[in-house]
């Protein structure tokens, strides 16, 4: 079976994404922060009959990221990695003039500096995959200035051009930023208290994920809602 990694799986999107994979035979390495939320997002997909492991930790230390590596390693490998935690570095987002310094550097270590570190770590079983996959999961505000999103907005530019130059390096795998477009999610909901306007919820963008699986399109940034018009 191939495995996956998959960071914040705890909740929204990563453990949307998680679901998808399940029903698809795959292996999972899981990851959140937090260790109840974590093993009940587990129990969740204990019925497809795959291997399900769960590290709780923080992204941000270099031996949680190992961990999960070595988890993978008992899994057989790694075919796919999927960088989905996120800092907002204010919760709720602030205009720059008010953004801590040390709120953006939060952000910039949980989506840019673990991202690296983790593909750093899980880069030799990557290469060793028959078809080795890396997602880094993206965001509008990375090309589009919104108010209150500037901090944000530029740890997830960073992350792009580090999925971008990671995939002109790494001619042998496939590495997609997807920005997967707004969602009902705990993030959103703590980046714009009181902003209730309807939203997809994340389990509708997973199938654009699937079809970078299942098409392989060459690496490069792609938007959900391109994938599933497609």
Known sequence: MPAAIITGASKGLGRALAEGLVERDWDLVLDARTEPAL?????????????VLTVAGDVTDAGHRAELVAAARRLGGVDLLVHNASALGAEP??????????GLRRAFEV????????VREALPLLRAARA????????????????????????????DQLAAVLGVEEPGLRVWAVDPG??????????VPGDDGPRP??????????????????????????LLEA
Not at 111 to 118: F, I, P, Q, S
Not at 182 to 191: C, F, I, K, S
């Open 39 to 51: 093993a009940e997002a587990a129990r969740s997909l204990a019925g497809y009959g795959t291997r």
């Open 93 to 102: 987002l602030t205009p720059l003039a008010e953004l801590p310094v040390a």
């Open 111 to 118: 989506n840019v500096v673990a991202a690296h570190g983790l």
């Open 132 to 159: 080795g996959a890396v997602i880094v999961v993206g965001s509008d505000a990375a090309v589009t200035a919104y108010a209150t999103w500037g901090g944000y907005g530029a740890s997830k530019a960073a992350l």
């Open 182 to 191: 707004d969602m009902a999610t705990d993030l959103y909901a703590a980046a």
């Open 201 to 226: 919820a994340p389990e509708a963008v997973v199938p654009a994920f699937l079809r970078l699986l299942d098409a392989r399109p060459a690496s490069g940034r792609y938007l959900a809602a391109s």
